[in-house]
């Protein structure tokens, strides 16, 4: 098959095979990307109703959308016959390859697996059992990142473990005891496998042997294994417990859930004094819920004790209600000050806007961190600085100012204390007025030392630029593109051009060129802007693949000419970097709402939730979603979450509102609309006031009143 075209995929080499099918590395040639391509046995899929299961179950993988987990893209059938799944593909290597060159240090053994059990727990809450995780299915990319892959092939052959042909589902040696006697499954047996896998990083070899297959059966059923610790030394106890509770061959006697494996990890990386590269981690948000689940218990039993011991329900009384957040640094970049006068703001502007760009990107590679951002902080308008607590429900801002400083100018940056202000760090770039070269060239690496984590080159950004003017009118182009002025876009869009024309080979340039193309086409209806900023895009793309704007603009562009497959896979490929990414995980829901496909736009919600569970934003788009599906108690609980973790967002408190005007609850609605208008002062929360009066009868309170509209049309939500 090497060279030939199966569908729209260039077939370019063999990269595996086995029981279930062969993988080929091929190129998307519509996408310009490179995918994994699985051809099923045709055994696998000899009759209808195997296939028509298949399809099913691939279509419930591709949902499982999670940074641990390998994406599947879409599953289609060849000229011949043959179905084939088309998946992302990483470059690196499996886990077998790393197992074969000697055991995995304790530690980094007990990462994997926890990214593992991660991915496992995004696939369980959707009801779909691996069946089949061993180091073959695992894979460490190039950049670090832990992929499940084969998620939904296993459960092709039935409910029960069925031998298909040549093809045992599951591999032998990593197969429970309940899946070896052909007894049903449920999440217990991924949970046997990856302690399995977890035993033989750590030691080099398996558990369980035999010469044959039945041999390894019967020992998996009914012989005992060598202790970890006696296998291996250097395993600390708590992490060694972890492994053998996974081994337990009774399911009954295992962790009950990914989720309780997941804490009991986190408890012993503590153990073990792991807790900065494991507890740290991304962890799934579902622990955060288990920990007020408990908090409450506690508090409840105190609550019994108030009839035996006042003294320990003064006690419980009193204790701080558990911390909603689990990120370990939460930041927001405020509105830099303009001490160079009124003619300079756009450029400070600019560099308020590519300080946070950059404080986005280093975020998004850090396993505990993420920012706001900045046209949501430009939104806010807040008050002073620390109201970004409450705004935003950070725990960092970064302030900063631009002055003049000796013949050329100076960006002052400090790393503050959100709650407090105190500062943290303080860090400066000193640049001349018309060439701000090392303000672009250098901020990557000053932001990076500012946050903490250590050095961050340009190009892992999408590079810099040796052009003075370039680099000047970039920055301008920045701050006009950020703002709402009349002329704004044409502005950006002059600027940020003849960056990119002085020098083509900027593609952040190239990328704020075409989002400005973008907006200029959307006020004047310009095809030809519509084209220039295509091709703006895919230069940038074709300098610089990591730059996710230039995917959202060709997303929003292949939307604007009526393809909205097209633009779904822009959509999706800017979240391939980063899953968290809000602004394309909310473009790709609004496109499949309007395609009437809710199960994937309300998984592209929650997959931004599930990276980033206590960012507040995410879960007020998922309360809008759910307005507008009618399901107004679902909406309530997220929007609460939202307003939980942002006490001060307007927005949230007015969708809430509107939940509980849809539910006939007028005074709750009026309190609700109260609160956002006191935050944000606006006509429309105003209106909703005296909408809720007028349905109280309360209407010499009312504007309304005496003519019985109510201001019904403003009630809103976003």
Not at 579 to 584: N, R
Not at 656 to 682: A, C, H, M, T
Request: aromatic residues 8%; glycine residues 8%; proline residues 4%.
């Amino acid at each position: 098959m090497i060279g030939e075209t199966v569908s729209h995929y260039r077939v370019l080499e063999k990269i595996g095979g086995g029981g279930m099918g062969v993988v080929y590395k091929a190129e998307d040639v519509r996408l310009g990307r490179i995918v994994a391509l699985k051809f099923l046995h045709a055994s696998l899929t000899s009759n209808e109703a195997n296939r028509k299961r298949f399809l099913r179950e691939a279509q419930a993988a591709s949902l499982i959308d999670h940074p641990n987990v390998c994406h599947v893209y879409q599953v289609e059938e060849s000229d011949d016959g043959r179905l084939f799944i088309a998946m992302a593909y990483y470059g690196g290597k499996s886990l077998r390859a790393a197992i074969e060159a000697g055991p995995l240090p304790p530690r980094q053994a007990f990462e994997i697996a926890f990214s593992v059990a991660q991915g496992l727990w995004a696939a369980h809450r959707r009801g779909i059992v691996h069946r089949d995780i061993k180091p073959g299915n695992i894979v460490v990319s190039d950049d670090g990142f832990v992929k499940i892959v084969d998620f939904g092939l296993a459960l092709l052959a039935g409910q029960s473990r069925v031998t298909t042909g040549d093809a045992r589902v599951g591999t032998v040696a990593y197969m429970s005891p309940e899946q070896a006697s052909s007894s049903s499954v449920n999440e217990r047996t991924d949970i046997w496998s990856l302690g399995v896998v977890m035993y033989e990083m750590m030691t080099g070899r398996l558990p369980f042997r035999g010469d044959v297959d039945a041999a390894l059966l019967y020992s998996i059923r009914s012989e005992p294994h060598a202790p970890l610790v006696e296998a291996n030394r250097d395993v600390p106890d708590a992490c060694a417990r972890v492994v053998e509770r996974c081994l337990a061959k009774r399911p009954d006697d295992r962790h009950a859930s990914v989720e309780a494996l997941l804490a009991d990890m986190v408890t012993a990386a503590n153990e073990c004094g792991w807790s900065d590269t494991v507890a740290s981690r991304t962890i799934a948000p579902i622990l955060a819920a288990k920990k007020r689940r408990a908090w409450s218990k506690r508090a409840a039993v105190a609550g019994v004790a108030l009839v035996l011991v006042v003294g320990g329900v003064w006690f419980w009384s009193r204790r701080a209600p558990p911390s909603p957040y689990v990120t370990e640094v939460r930041l927001a970049v405020l509105p830099f000050e303009n001490h160079l006068g009124p003619a300079k703001q756009a450029f400070v502007d600019g560099a308020s806007e590519y300080v946070s760009r950059v404080a986005n990107q280093v975020s998004s590679v850090q396993p505990s961190m993420w920012s706001v951002r900045s046209n949501f902080v430009r939104s806010a308008d807040l008050p002073d600085a620390k109201a970004a607590v409450p705004s935003f429900g950070v725990n960092r801002i970064v302030t900063g100012d631009v002055q003049r400083f000796g013949s050329g100018q100076r960006l002052n940056l400090v790393l503050r204390n959100a709650a407090t202000l105190d500062e943290i760090r303080s860090a400066s770039i000193d640049f001349d007025g018309a060439d701000a070269r090392a303000l672009v060239n250098d901020a990557s690496r000053v932001v990076a030392r500012l946050l903490g984590v250590g050095e961050i080159s340009p190009p892992q950004f999408g590079g810099g630029t040796n052009d003075a003017i370039a680099a000047t009118r970039f920055i301008e182009g920045l701050g006009w593109l950020g703002s709402n002025d009349r002329d704004a876009a044409d502005r950006a869009w002059a600027a940020l051009d003849s960056s990119g024309l002085r020098d083509p080979t900027f593609a952040p340039a190239l990328a704020g060129a075409a989002a400005a193309a973008y907006r200029v086409y959307r006020r004047r209806d310009d095809d030809a802007m519509l084209d220039r900023a295509e091709a703006l895009a895919r230069a940038s793309i074709a300098l610089s693949p990591q730059l996710d704007e230039a995917y959202i603009v060709l997303g929003d562009m292949w939307l604007a000419r009526e393809q909205p497959d097209s633009a779904a896979a822009m959509f999706d490929r800017a979240r391939t970097r980063d899953p968290g990414d809000l602004t394309a995980n909310h473009r790709l829901a609004r496109l499949l709402v309007g395609q009437s496909r809710l199960d994937e736009a309300e998984a592209a919600y929650r997959n931004a939730i599930a990276a980033r569970p206590d960012y507040w934003l995410a879960h007020r788009m998922l309360g809008a979603f759910h307005i507008a599906q009618d399901r107004l108690d679902e909406a309530a609980h997220a929007l609460h979450t939202a307003h939980t973790l942002a006490p001060r967002d307007a927005r949230s408190l007015d969708n809430l509102g509107v939940v509980y005007y849809r539910k006939g609850d007028w005074e709750k609605f009026r309190e609700l609309s109260l609160q956002s208008f006191r935050i944000r002062p606006n006509c429309e929360s105003c209106n909703n006031v005296a909408t809720a009066l007028y349905f109280e009868g309360k209407f010499a309170e009312s504007p309304r009143g005496l003519d019985g509209s109510g201001g019904i049309s403003s009630v809103r939500r976003g």
